[in-house]
């Protein structure tokens, strides 16, 4: 069965620091995978997504994330974070045949000033 | 206007009571889910449909019941609401016929407080 692990619950970085994000996942099958930002009092937005192809993804607001099959690892990059960079963040593997996702349980970001 | 929306955004009810939270989609896409967040378990499946005669249990579909009208709609109900069902709840849509497509698009959300 697929699971995903997010490796803390919150982190904190400063405002211009690099932003790490760390997923791990168990899957049967080769992955779908994802990471999905949601603002406070916001739904969950697709930052990026791993389907086939290049192992390098670039997504939205200059996030990227690197899928290593021989570390199971999906963790999220930014080279430099922002104060509206703050937000939950969550890691998602396609779950089967039902086509729904599994999430991690998520990763709170803080940006100090 | 959003392509996916949840109606109402917030509801405070009490123990024992019947509910139902909406769910529609303008992006006409097969498959809907109704997923729970509770804070620091993530988002968990409560029931997906993929078509208006398809409908699967979830993760956690007990005191749960849904309805899919329409292609477009998708609803959630909780029969007798009990305190533990206290969340914010998710409707999300994906695009079955799109290889590779599991990506999900979810509404605002519904945020549920049973006293």
């Known amino acids: 069965a697929q699971s995903v692990t997010q490796l803390g619950s919150h982190v904190s970085v400063s405002e211009g620091a690099l932003v790490l994000l760390r997923c791990n996942y168990s899957?049967?099958?080769?992955?779908?995978l994802f990471w999905y930002v949601q603002y406070p009092n916001q739904g969950l937005q697709l930052l990026l997504k791993?389907?086939?192809?290049?192992?390098l993804v670039k997504g939205i607001n200059g996030f990227e994330a690197e899928f290593k099959k021989s570390e199971t690892s999906f963790h999220l990059t930014k080279p430099s974070a922002h104060m509206s960079d703050a937000a939950e963040y969550f890691c998602a593997v396609e779950g089967g045949s039902q086509g729904n996702l599994i999430f991690g349980k998520g990763t709170k970001l803080s940006v100090k000033p | 206007d959003a392509d996916v929306t949840q109606t109402p955004r917030n509801r405070i009810t009490k123990t024992g009571k019947r509910i139902m939270l909406e769910c529609s989609q303008t992006k006409g896409h097969d498959r809907m889910y109704w997923y729970r967040q509770d804070p620091g378990l993530g988002l968990r499946l409560i029931y997906y449909?993929?078509?208006?005669?398809?409908?699967n249990k979830g993760e956690i579909s007990d005191g749960y019941s849904v309805s899919r009208q329409a292609q477009a709609k998708f609803s959630l109900s909780l029969e007798s609401a009990i305190p533990n069902q206290t969340a914010l709840y998710f409707c999300?849509?994906?695009?079955?016929?799109?290889?590779?497509?599991?990506?999900?698009?979810f509404g605002p959300g519904t945020r549920l407080t049973v006293l």
């Open positions: 899957s049967s099958v080769p992955p779908y």
């Open positions: 999300a849509t994906s695009d079955a016929d799109k290889p590779g497509a599991f990506e999900q698009f």
């Open positions: 791993y389907t086939t192809g290049a192992t």
């Open positions: 449909s993929f078509d208006v005669k398809d409908i």
